[in-house]
């Protein structure tokens, strides 16, 4: 493997060299850097530089995954840019990333209520399904009791997106869904569509007559509007009235202006956007299904593809149905599914073979990072004929137009909300699609072929010329691999499997296998016995050698290095000796999460593939401090 220093200079002569350095700091796992011309960057080229594990764009900032070197690395890399870097983040250039800055915002709010939309959105495709085999009428009250759960979500849009919203803008999250009531008011909603005289603003501006619900971007203004006016408010309103009067003075005048200006222009906007789209897949067909199809991979590497939210939700509202973006991403992520399954066929190396059935289904599930990362971006052709399958795919559903009744993630178990108890040939269709965009994507994947390293056991390696020499060695190796390393539970919470996790880092298993826990306590303690190898200045990550070998990775929560420290409280330090068991560090969870950050806390294996498999005891529900949590297996 290759030096420290041959690592940082070959990453920094790849990001750009020093010139485009503006700053640059590391996590524990991270190089993080703010650059002068992100296009400068050769991505692809850095994630084969021998001794980085991956790198990736999140915003504005540009992170290279070196691993436990990563604070060596960072050391040779400051020497290289002469000490003008920083180990703490400073404000990115306000020039550039507006973007995505556009993408962290809309990815920001709509993230948080896709559970609520794939589940209501699932339920409506049921419906549909049981009318249709004749198994519920749609007349029946047990239907209008399921109809009516199916449809809150979206009739009542505002609120949800308010609250996530809120969250994004860092601003009261009761203050933003008082603006969505604004918007849902029933004198509101009750005018719009009639000749209802509207009400006036003081007799001088009128309100316009729109109904608001199931509306996107009108609160999402509104609730961007109420973070820099409250703010506003509360910088000179005195402390000793502040908490009645600043939210009154706060809403009087967001929700008129909200009301007046904004909810028009959100409306306008909406629209504009939804017929815009829909009219290029009108005009140009197949052709659009085509290349948003293959490019669909690309884009949701970048991000980019929750840009396309709002499109969908606004055509699921005045349409009913989205025939354009839902329909050619799952096609994408099911021809990245075939790609990887083939290379599960094909592969020789049994590590390999594991981790692309796995992630090979899924990615079938509508989870594609993975696939995409671990598997068929790594091997390059696969991921090829994943773009081919999708294009194709793609290509055929825009033709068919094919039409989805609600949204969700897109895999398998979404094919429900394509089924129309009026037209058969829609799901059928869909159906067809899949299955050129997924055997498409595996034939590609097997004519194409792809180079891989087959690894190859280390002992028998090392005596391989020394036949007795190498069965005693077989022997020793049995011996010393019969029995599992435990990982106990480092804190009390609810488990959460690694894919969940929303850091592609994480999710792909760049760093190792593992789990995480949504911690319900502020008390994080040693999963194993052993010695403190990591534990930076911001005490949001440790990292453990256990007695039996096994190195492990803590994470306390996503971009939490960000905080520099600040709600945590360590209670040991580099090379202490601990059990399992022993408090590592108390954390101010709530108050992590009020300042906007997810506290999901992985555990890591990083020498993962030292060992045949690392196994969670339990994929779901509540863990306790101590408690099982994986098994490692040599």
């Known amino acids: 493997m290759s030096s420290n220093k041959e690592i940082a200079q070959k990453v920094l002569e790849l990001t750009g060299g020093k010139e485009n350095v503006n700053n640059v700091w590391h996590c524990v796992t991270r190089l993080r850097f703010n650059l002068n011309d992100k296009d400068q960057v050769k991505l692809d080229e850095i994630k084969d530089v021998d001794g980085v594990m991956g790198a990736q764009f999140s915003g504005d900032q540009f992170q290279v995954i070196v691993g436990n070197r990563v604070s060596d690395v960072y050391e040779e890399l ?40 794939a589940g209501t959105g699932l339920l409506k495709g049921f419906l549909a399904l049981f009318v249709a085999v004749g198994l519920m009428s749609d007349t029946s009250d047990i239907y209008q009791i399921l109809f009516l759960i199916s449809d809150i979500v979206f009739y009542f849009l505002p609120f949800l997106l308010a609250v996530s919203a809120a969250k994004k803008f860092k601003t009261s999250e009761f203050l933003a869904l008082t603006v969505a009531g604004g918007l849902m008011y029933p004198t509101i909603l009750n005018a719009a569509g009639t000749d209802a005289t509207p009400l006036s603003l003081f007799g001088l501006i009128d309100l316009p007559n729109i109904n608001y619900s199931s509306s996107v971007v009108p609160i999402i203004l509104g609730v961007w509007l109420l973070s820099y006016i409250d703010r506003w408010v509360r910088s000179w309103m005195p402390n000793v009235i502040s908490m009645m009067f600043s939210p009154l003075v706060s809403l009087v005048i967001t929700i008129p202006i909200t009301l007046v200006v ?182 590609l994947t097997l004519v194409l072929g792809f ?147 997810n506290t999901a806390t992985m555990v890591i294996i990083t020498n993962t593939f030292d060992y045949l498999d690392v196994v969670p005891i339990n994929n779901e529900g509540e863990i306790f401090e101590k408690e099982q949590l994986l098994s490692v297996i040599s």
């Open 262 to 443: 904004l909810g028009p222009l959100g409306t306008y906007i909406g629209n504009a956007l939804s017929g815009g789209v829909n009219w290029l897949f009108m005009n140009t067909g197949p052709f659009a299904g085509l290349i948003l199809g293959g490019t669909m991979s690309l884009l949701i590497m970048t991000g980019m593809h929750y840009a396309f939210l709002p499109l969908v939700v606004e055509n699921l509202a005045t349409l009913g149905f989205d025939t354009t973006i839902i329909p050619v991403m799952l096609m994408a992520n099911l021809a990245q599914a075939g790609s990887a399954l083939a290379v599960a066929f094909k592969s020789k190396d049994k590590n390999m073979k594991q981790l692309a059935t796995s992630s090979g289904v899924s990615a079938s599930f509508g989870v594609t990072e993975p696939a995409m990362y671990g598997v068929n971006l790594k091997l390059k052709k696969p991921f090829y004929a994943a773009m081919a399958g999708g294009g194709l795919g793609g290509a055929f559903v825009v033709f068919m137009s094919v039409r989805a009744y609600g949204t969700g993630v897109p895999g398998l178990p979404m094919i429900p909300v394509f089924i129309d108890s009026q037209d058969a040939w829609n799901v059928i269709y869909l159906l067809i699609g899949i299955v050129i965009a997924f055997v498409t994507a595996f034939v």
């Open 78 to 117: 400051e020497k290289e840019l002469g000490g003008a870097s920083s180990n703490e983040p400073t404000e990115a250039n306000n020039n550039e990333g507006i973007v995505s800055k556009l993408m962290d915002v809309v990815s920001g709010i709509f993230s948080p209520i896709l559970p609520a939309l």
């Open 451 to 597: 180079e891989e390293t087959i690894t190859a056991p280390v002992k028998a390696a090392a005596v391989e010329n020394k036949p007795e020499e190498k069965a005693t060695a077989v022997v020793e190796a049995n011996n010393e691999n019969k029995k599992p390393s435990d990982i106990f539970a480092t804190v009390t919470g609810q488990i959460v499997p690694l894919k969940d996790v929303p850091d592609e880092t994480f999710a792909g298993e760049i760093m190792g296998k593992g789990i995480a826990i949504k911690p319900t306590n502020n008390q994080f303690v040693a999963p194993v016995a052993g010695e403190i190898t990591v534990f930076p200045s911001s005490h949001h990550a440790i990292g453990i050698k256990a007695d039996s070998g096994v190195e492990v990775l803590i994470h306390i929560g996503i971009d939490t290095v960000e905080l520099k420290g600040k709600h945590f409280s360590p209670k040991m330090a580099v090379g202490d000796r601990v059990e399992v068991g022993d408090l590592l560090v108390v954390a101010d969870v709530a108050a992590i999460e009020e300042a906007g950050y």
